[in-house]
């Protein structure tokens, strides 16, 4: 053995080596997301009164948090949540009137926000595989 201090050296970490390059995983982030919207749906059914909307934003926007920072997504890969956020509460409110229609009010409400956090979990998940440089180009 060599007390050599090259060969005990590790490398200097590469830039693409970063785990804050890579997007959220986009199968955990939208299957999670859906499922905590399902089960806020479910114990939202089984309280007396309906719940205040901190209680129904809280368990989606917390794993989507929570895949944030297990996986290490780079705040420069967030920018998804914008339009995410746009796009689903469009789904929610045109969706839940057209659902009210076809299922009833009673379903109405319980799938368009599974349906709208759904949806936010996509559009995140699928931008943040395209991170914002910068500087502006051009």
């Known amino acids: 053995m060599s007390d050599d201090p090259e060969q005990h050296d590790d490398p200097a970490p590469d830039a693409a080596?970063?785990?804050?390059?890579?997007?959220a995983p986009f199968a955990t982030t939208v299957l999670l997301t859906g499922g905590s919207a399902v089960a806020v749906m479910?114990?939202?059914?089984l309280l007396s009164h309906p719940p205040g909307l901190k209680f129904l934003l809280f368990g989606p926007i917390a794993l989507v948090a929570f895949e944030?920072?297990?996986?290490?997504?780079?705040?420069?890969?967030w920018?998804?949540?914008?339009?995410?956020?746009?796009?689903?509460?469009?789904?929610?409110?045109?969706?839940?009137?057209?659902l009210a229609d076809a299922l009833g009010d009673t379903w109405a409400h319980p799938v368009a926000y599974v349906?709208?956090?759904?949806?936010?979990?996509?559009?995140?998940a699928l931008c943040s595989r395209y991170p914002r440089p910068l500087q502006p180009s051009g």
């Not at 944030?68 to 890969?77: M, N």
């Not at 349906?115 to 995140?124: E, G």
């Open 17 to 23: 080596d970063d785990p804050r390059h890579e997007p």
């Open 42 to 45: 479910g114990i939202a059914a």
């Open 68 to 77: 944030v920072i297990t996986a290490e997504v780079w705040w420069k890969r």
């Open 115 to 124: 349906l709208a956090w759904t949806l936010f979990a996509t559009v995140f």
């Open 79 to 98: 920018w998804g949540a914008l339009p995410g956020a746009a796009i689903s509460l469009a789904c929610y409110f045109e969706g839940r009137q057209a």
